[in-house]
């Protein structure tokens, strides 16, 4: 067990619909991260937030948005929905969001869109 | 983004070391290298990190070469329960981001 919890595991939604995956990440972690996994792309970073702030932004749709609140567990906002966003998504937290910090990944929710 | 490459697949006997071999030709100076491992139906797992210097740790070690273009997880003895996907990956320290390769799936033999 990482400590990083995710909700929903499953999510199975349709076309158009907008869903939002949780994310709560390890006691005293300060930095979440997104990721996507499909089969065809293998995993994806999505955005990186620390202490509330966005850090970076790799290759999320502007369909897709996050945010990290005041108690530091962050959600992903996904809508418009699509059959290829259908995947896997991580969450990952760490103490920093530095280089020398590993990352603790949640067990992920997997949706799927109809 | 610098990239990482990986060979698909690589197959190890129970109880040898196994060597897993990564490429990141194009990686930065300021690029740490990360190592994770996915077992079916979970998240990935941390395995190890290191920047410059080799690094060893309960799981592994990180073997990085001298001009950091490239670099070997090493899994001293191999158990049925190491059989996964290993992922090396490059984090910037710039991009505040994790870039993953494609993984090697390794699989163990009894």
């Known amino acids: 067990d990482s400590g990083v919890t995710q909700t929903p595991k499953h999510l199975i939604t349709a076309t158009g619909q907008r869903v939002t995956l949780r994310c709560s990440p390890r006691?005293?972690?300060?930095?979440v991260y997104w990721y996507q996994q499909s089969l065809d792309q293998g995993l994806q970073f999505l955005i990186h937030?620390?202490?509330?702030?966005?850090?970076a932004k790799g290759n999320i749709l502007e369909r897709f948005s996050a945010q990290q609140f005041p108690d530091l567990h962050s959600e992903l906002n996904l809508s418009s929905l699509e059959l290829g966003d259908s995947a896997l998504y991580f969450c990952?937290?760490?103490?920093?969001?530095?280089?020398?910090?590993?990352?603790?990944f949640g067990p992920g929710t997997r949706l799927t869109v109809t | 983004d610098a990239k990482t490459t990986q060979p698909n697949s690589m197959e190890s006997n129970e109880e040898e070391p196994v060597h897993l071999p990564c490429n990141h030709s194009t990686i930065s100076g300021t690029d740490y290298i990360h190592w994770y491992r996915q077992l079916p139906s979970q998240g990935p797992e941390y395995v190890i990190h290191g920047l410059t210097s080799n690094v060893n740790n309960r799981m592994a070690s990180l073997a990085i070469a001298e001009d950091r273009k490239s670099s070997t997880l090493i899994l001293h003895r191999a158990t049925l329960r190491d059989a996964a996907v290993y992922y090396c990956?490059?984090?910037?320290?710039?991009?505040?981001?994790?870039?993953f390769g494609k993984g090697t799936k390794l699989s163990v033999i009894p």
């Open positions: 990952a937290s760490s103490d920093s969001g530095l280089g020398g910090a590993e990352q603790y």
């Open positions: 006691s005293g972690d300060l930095s």
């Open positions: 990956s490059l984090y910037g320290a710039g991009s505040y981001q994790l870039t």
């Open positions: 937030y620390y202490n509330g702030e966005e850090r």
